[in-house]
């Protein structure tokens, strides 16, 4: 067995230890699947616009996402939101060439959202690599 593959079947053991073999996975409202979609929308606060361009997305993945690239434009698609029964809001968007969203001057809408429903809201501080979400993926109660 090699280096990677005794390293894999540690990794193995250790999840299997901590977590058991039951995996759950996670639908974002932003997809369907089987006519099932999750109860966790994303908004998209640069709209469709990514200047990171990844290979794999080239920006297609703020399609899926509501559009509000204003702080007024935030709080009426948050208020549907919340009245269709989701549970929280992913606040999002495309990248500029440094890896970072422009959410800080959404703030303050954030919060009047916080006001005025229950839902949770999830911001992404910044991104290193396309593929670090989880690592800069913070779930905020403002
Ligand atoms: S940073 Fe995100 S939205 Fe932009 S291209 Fe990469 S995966 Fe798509």
């Not at 006001?115 to 779930?139: G, N």
């Amino acid at each position: 067995m090699g280096k990677l593959a005794e390293k894999l079947e540690q990794a193995r053991k250790i999840s299997w230890e901590w977590f058991g073999k039951r995996i759950t996975f996670y639908l974002p409202a932003m997809f369907s699947y089987d006519g099932i979609s999750g109860k966790y929308p994303a908004v998209s606060v640069t709209g469709n616009r990514c200047s990171l361009q990844c290979e794999h997305c080239k920006g297609k993945l703020l399609q899926s996402m509501i559009a509000a690239v204003t702080p007024d434009e935030l709080l009426q698609p948050c208020l549907k939101v919340s009245e269709r029964g989701n549970l929280g809001v992913l606040v999002s968007g495309g990248y500029d060439s440094e890896g970072r969203l422009p959410w800080e001057s959404f703030i303050p809408a954030i919060g009047a959202v916080k006001k005025r429903t229950k839902l949770y809201i999830s911001t992404i501080r910044y991104q290193r690599t396309c593929c670090s979400v989880s690592r800069d993926f913070s779930t905020k109660k403002w």
